[in-house]
């Protein structure tokens, strides 16, 4: 699998070309709840006055997304806002302050951020999210933040996010070990379907 980061971290990422000329840089990640894959970029200028740009980036024109930069082949594959942020699935993706609800109808807790994959697959490995003690144990004067793993199964409606309840026996604490707790469920997931 390759490397995880949370969505809120490529904001301020900048976007370059293979030919090494930074063009812009990262604004908001748009995302598609229900494909679990994110659908692109919207752009700002770079510099400290740079304000949004007329343009955004389709995730189907990302040559790669590294740990400190979004590649692209070449200036020419930005694209008009629309392009990005009109579609109908970026408007059922809004899952951030979304209510998180198992199959089985059990609160879990509210999404904070998305865990995305680093390369060229743009897809959601899952979330990080402010869970009730009812799925973490601890304080029950505060809710502890914990990563959990995204369901083949997920439904997105921009208020509720609905993940298997399985997925909560996956969380962790950080993105080191998010990735390895990732890797089990879709083993497990992966062992149910085989016969």
Do not use: C
């Not at 059990?106 to 999210?129: P, T, W, Y």
């Amino acid at each position: 699998m390759s490397a995880l980061m949370e969505a809120a971290r490529l904001s301020g990422r900048p976007v370059v070309t293979l030919g090494g000329d930074a063009v812009a840089q990262v604004k908001d990640t748009v995302f598609d709840g229900p494909a679990g894959r994110v659908t692109g970029f919207t752009l700002s200028g770079r510099g400290l006055l740079a304000g949004p740009l007329r343009q955004s980036l389709p995730w189907t024109a990302v040559h790669a997304l590294g740990p400190h930069a979004v590649m692209i082949r070449g200036r020419e594959v930005l694209a008009e806002p629309a392009a990005v942020v009109a579609r109908k699935e970026a408007a059922r993706g809004r899952v951030l302050g979304a209510r998180v609800l198992t199959d089985t109808g059990a609160e879990v807790g509210v999404v904070l951020d998305v865990v995305v994959e680093s390369g060229i697959s743009g897809r959601v490995a899952g979330f990080l999210v402010s869970a009730r003690d009812a799925v973490v144990p601890g304080s029950r004067r505060r809710r502890r933040k914990v990563y959990l793993p995204r369901g083949e199964t997920l439904a997105v409606s921009g208020r509720a996010l609905v993940i298997p309840a399985a997925a909560t026996r996956f969380t962790a604490d950080d993105l080191a070990e998010f990735a390895d707790q990732v890797a089990a469920y879709r083993l497990r997931d992966e062992k149910e379907v085989l016969p």
